[in-house]
Structure formats: structure tokens, C-alpha cells
């Protein structure tokens, strides 16, 4: 059971993969029709690149030891620091770039615990 739970995560990671592609893609073809500032395009870019790293870890979850306090750190992690970002990058809107410090301490505490 343990293991099935774990296992949420590797189905999530997959999607979120598939998610950073699509993100990704419209990085480089739908922000053409925006002409975005070039703050922007680096804040985008840095949320995709930050989303497939933490979207491949993810598939490695169910592998550690603890994988459901991992998992979870992770997918917290990675919705604070790259929803914070992509959303800054879209609506030009910088409120939720305070919680972005926030959601990188939670990855790096989700690779922490992976070590365990």
C-alpha cells in the first residue's frame, strides 16, 4: 500500500514533465504574440528549467526512503517557487514573488529528505 501511495508521485512527476514541455513551449512560440520584457522571458525560463528538474525528481520519489514526506515537500516546493515565478512572467503581476524564496527552501529540503 505504502508503495502505491508512493507511487502517486512518479504519476505526478510525469504529468508535471508534460506540463514543463507544454509550459516550455509556449515560452518560446506564445510569448512571441506578447512581446514580454526581458525580465519576464527569464522568469519564465527559469520556472521551466526548475519545473522538468523537480518533475524528474519526482519519478525518483517512490525509490527513497521516505517517499510520501519527499513527494510532498517537492510538489509544494515546485507549485511555490515556479508558480510564483510563471505567474510573475504571465500577469506581470509580482504579489506572489515572496513566496518563491519560501518554495525553493522546500526543494531544496525535498532533495534533503530524498537523502535520507
Known sequence: MALAKARLFQRLGALSGAA??????????????????DYQKELFNTATKYHFLHSLA?????????PMVAGTILSTGMGMFCGAFYYQALMEDPT???????GGSLLILGWITMAL
Open 20 to 37: 514543463a514541455v507544454g509550459a516550455s513551449a509556449y515560452g518560446a512560440h506564445g510569448f512571441l504574440h506578447h512581446d514580454p520584457s
Open 58 to 66: 519526482l519519478l525518483a520519489v517512490p525509490h527513497c526512503r521516505y
Open 96 to 102: 506572489f514573488l515572496q513566496v518563491a524564496p519560501f
